[in-house]
């Protein structure tokens, strides 16, 4: 089934690195409170937030500039979450958020 490498992310970053503004960083850098340490792929644009990471699978995050509303979704493969950024870059904002509940 699922089967994505922190080598996956990467190659997402090097097939839209040239045409968007993306971040490639660790999760770990970012100290949003994530359990693992992996590549991610953080880009920002009509007032949201895209995070593609892998932990055993891609994960898709989007979320509302203040991050208190957001969606997530897991991508199959590389060029499933090349299409997801690119549709993301390219003005998708009508993603179904719901509310972040913080403990």
Do not use: C, R
């Not at 990467?10 to 970012?30: F, I, M």
């Not at 509302?64 to 998708?92: C, L, N, R, S």
């Amino acid at each position: 089934m699922f089967d994505n490498s922190v080598t996956d992310v990467k190659n997402v970053y090097e097939q839209l690195k040239d045409k968007y503004e993306l971040l490639l960083t660790t999760t770990s850098a970012l100290d949003e409170g994530f359990t693992v340490d992996s590549p991610i792929i953080v880009a920002k644009t009509h007032g949201q937030i895209l995070e593609l990471y892998e932990d055993g699978m891609f994960v898709m995050d989007v979320m509302d500039a203040e991050q208190t509303m957001g969606t997530h979704w897991h991508p199959y493969e590389v060029e499933h979450a090349v299409k997801d950024i690119v549709e993301f870059m390219e003005g998708k904002s009508d993603y179904k958020m719901q509310p972040f509940k913080y403990l």
